[in-house]
């Protein structure tokens, strides 16, 4: 059985984007690097609430040679499901947690001094040569070893006898503010950080920085791989805008399963938020919080039934949500789109994100685990 509350996911969509930036990125290629950069598919929390597993096999059947993920347990589900290409862990590691970096060959990111003695101590115990990403902190202030303490940190990771330096790479904190400043900050530190490697003579053979809206912004920060999250599913990171082919991958629907007549003056749902100012016909999706609808969407979000905008009345509550349908002929068992497209109208995740003050990452990655997954492909 499955609930009248589900989520379409078109694979065949996300293979589609994937080649779509990846011939932006070759169209738009500085000549030292004709080919355009190799592409880190991001996957990260369960790829953004649409199925990790099936979606980071349709990427790796479309072309992805390296995937990455959050955490080592991310991407022991990828390997569970069959994934077989390169697996890049972006999290920080716990001392106690890096035997599933050996177990599942995976490539780990040191972020840390700590991270750096722990997989050296690991891979010396094993008596393998492990490679490795190192990830630099340029003004996220968050995970990295620091752009201007490096001669303090650097050395003794360096020196590990068991670890080769592969990548090196940093985050951009501001990428999706045009008018912010500190990207370009970043970007020069970065600049300098890459400088002061090569006096050491390393030269790691990958170099990458630039997520989804470093992408769209500046050519300069592509390097060697660019590390594309919400691109892949069909959604620019606003407010930007782009001229990539992008198709969304993920519809969510569900049906009407009740229609209430509410007399003017009546109330509606929990805290009695809407009052009725006329008489007023109100449906009942299954639907709520406990599937991932903000609550914020309570006065503020529409649903699309009959191909026609019907606004959220009342609160959204923990399994269902309430729609004023007053001016729409619809009945119980009536098709609704909370994302998606029906007849000629569309609600797209931008659109939910704006009228409830938040971003679309949140959005997607929110949707409940009781929520099916509907795959399709071809």
């Known amino acids: 059985m499955i609930r009248s509350t589900v989520a379409d996911v078109d694979l065949d969509a996300i293979a589609h984007n994937f080649r779509a930036i990846r011939d932006f990125l070759q169209s738009e290629a500085r000549s030292s690097k004709p080919e355009g950069p190799g592409i880190v598919a991001v996957v990260k929390a369960n790829a953004y609430g649409h199925g990790s597993g099936p979606v980071a096999l349709a990427l790796e059947r479309a072309g992805a040679t390296m995937l ?8 022991i589900v990828l390997r569970r499901a069959g ?7 972006f999290g920080a590691l716990g001392v106690s947690d890096v035997t599933g970096i050996f177990e ?83 970007r020069v530190r970065f600049e300098r950080v890459r400088a002061y490697l090569d006096t050491l003579g390393v030269r790691p053979r990958l170099v990458h920085a630039a997520n989804s809206a470093a992408l769209l912004r500046d050519a300069r920060v592509w390097y060697d791989l660019v590390r594309p999250g919400l691109l892949l599913y069909g959604v620019v990171p606003p407010p930007l805008g782009s001229t990539i082919p992008l198709r969304p991958a993920l ?7 009740a229609v209430k007549h509410i007399r003017t003056g009546e109330t509606v749902s929990y805290g009695a938020r809407f009052t009725a100012q006329r008489p ?96 399709s492909v071809g």
């Open 68 to 75: 990455a993920c959050a955490d080592i347990e991310e991407a």
């Open 83 to 89: 994934v077989r290409c390169e697996i890049l862990v």
């Open 104 to 186: 599942y060959t995976l490539t780990p990111t040191i972020s840390t001094p700590s991270a750096g003695k722990a997989l050296q101590e690991a891979a010396a115990r094993r008596g393998t040569r492990l490679k490795y990403h190192l990830k630099i902190d340029t003004g996220m202030n968050r995970l990295g070893l620091r752009h201007d303490n490096l001669p303090r940190t650097l050395p003794d990771l360096l020196a590990s006898p068991n670890l080769e330096l592969d990548g090196v790479y940093t985050h951009f904190a501001t990428a999706d503010d045009p008018d912010h400043p500190l990207m370009e900050e970043q």
């Open 251 to 257: 519809s969510l629907r569900s049906r009407l399963v």
């Open 280 to 375: 007023t016909r109100v449906a009942v999706v299954p639907a709520g919080y406990a599937d991932g609808i903000d609550l914020r969407m309570a006065g503020r979000g529409v649903a699309l039934v009959r191909g026609r905008r019907a606004h959220i009345v009342g609160a959204v509550c923990m399994d269902m949500i309430l729609l004023d349908i007053t001016d729409i002929e619809a009945y119980p068992g009536d098709a609704v789109v909370l994302l998606g497209t029906q007849g000629d109208e569309r609600l797209d995740v931008r659109e939910m994100a704006a009228a409830i003050g938040t971003i679309p990452w949140e959005i997607l990655c929110r949707l409940g685990s009781r929520i099916e997954r509907i795959y």
